[in-house]
Structures are given as C-alpha cells and as structure tokens.
C-alpha cells in the first residue's frame, strides 16, 4: 500500500518519508486549510498524521490477507505548530497476533518534539 492509493492522505497532503518494517516517517506542510482559529495546526490534522505514520510502521509486518483498524489513539500535544512541515515518526512496539501496538513522536519544522502518542490496532483477516 502506498499513500497514493488513501484518498484522506492525499488531502491533508501526508507524504512517506520513510517506510520499513515496524518504523514509518510521515510527514505533512502545515497549509492554511489545516489551521483552526489563532493560526495554530488543527489537533484532528496532527492526529491524521500520526495515525498514518503508526498504520505505515505497521503494513509492511502485514501478510497479503491481513489488515488492521485502529482500536484506541492517545496523543499528547506538547507545543502548537504554526506553519512549516510536521514530522511523524512511528514505531511498532509490540506485534502480537491479534493487537499491534505503536508509538509516535511528532516533530515540527524545528526538530523540536510536539507531541507523543500511543495507539492499538487490531489485525484483521480478508
């Protein structure tokens, strides 16, 4: 699966950075469309991201009839990103049969940390 081929991914413009198995970077220019009121980063536009990235670290341990959903997201939003790009960087840290669980780092255009997350996702069968 490449983000090509996610119709949400393409709009907020998410870009792949870096996919391999268990790590994903993912990152997304902050534009105007995606701003909430004071000029800051919309919280749903970051969390897209860092779901995106968690979903990425994960498709490459997938077998061909398998796929995932996400269960539970937790984000902590550190610092507010005005402009420049975000940077979502996800690791899996446990792959078991049935639950996959990920965590994420979210950088902005400074390198600076501006959030942190955990999520779940659930292995499916098709």
């Given amino acids: 699966m490449t983000l090509d081929e996610i119709p949400f991914a393409k709009l907020l413009g998410i870009e792949a950075d ?3 198995p268990g790590h994903a ?4 220019k902050i534009r105007e469309e995606l701003l909430r009121n004071g000029g800051i980063a919309h919280g749903g536009a970051i969390a897209a991201l860092i779901d995106s990235a968690m ?14 959903i ?6 902590h939003y550190m610092r507010p990103l005005i402009g420049g790009t975000a ?3 996800a690791r899996v840290v446990r792959a078991g049969r049935r639950i996959v669980t990920v965590s994420a780092e ?10 942190t997350a955990l999520s779940t996702y ?3 069968s098709v």
Wanted: overall charge negative; charged content about 25%.
């Fill in 122 to 124: 659930l292995r499916l």
């Fill in 18 to 20: 870096l996919v391999e």
């Fill in 87 to 89: 940077r979502a960087s």
């Fill in 55 to 68: 979903a990425f670290a994960i498709v490459p341990l997938l077998s061909e009839n398998e796929r995932t």
């Fill in 25 to 28: 970077v993912l990152s997304m």
């Fill in 106 to 115: 979210l950088f902005d255009s400074q390198e600076k940390l501006a959030a």
């Fill in 70 to 75: 996400t269960v539970d997201l937790t984000i």
